[in-house]
């Protein structure tokens, strides 16, 4: 599986941007597709997470900011972020998760640069 990440920019404090992550193949196979993120001098983190079943995940930290979605036609993933702060500066990472035989898979986009900052 290969993830493709984007629309990473520059955005103001208060702003919006919207990340987008797209699979080479079907997304239907993966258990569970996420975005991380890894500010500078710290270690990455879970920003959000949805099974395959539409069940979502959120760090504290973005809760009632973010939202994820996914669109299984379209074999992406979406992470619509509003009321940005300086601390959601970050490379933000796209990731999905498959088991297979009680092994879990992780597979990583290349990352995209979110800068918060006026």
């Known amino acids: 599986v290969q993830l493709q990440a984007s629309g990473g920019g520059l955005v103001r404090p208060g702003g919006s941007l919207r990340l987008s992550c797209a699979a080479s193949?079907?997304?239907?196979?993966?258990?569970?597709m996420g975005w991380y993120r890894q500010a500078p001098g710290k270690q990455r983190e879970l920003v959000a997470g949805?099974?395959?079943?539409?069940?979502?995940d959120y760090a504290d930290s973005v809760k009632g900011r973010f939202t994820i979605s996914r669109d299984n036609a379209k074999n992406a993933v979406y992470l619509q972020m509003n009321s940005l702060k300086p601390e959601d500066t970050a490379v933000y990472y796209c990731?999905?998760?498959?088991?297979?035989?009680?092994?879990?898979?992780?597979?990583w986009g290349q990352g995209t640069l979110v800068t918060v900052s006026s």
């Open positions: 193949g079907s997304i239907l196979s993966l258990n569970v």
């Open positions: 990731n999905a998760v498959r088991w297979r035989g009680g092994v879990r898979n992780d597979y």
């Open positions: 949805i099974n395959s079943g539409g069940i979502v």
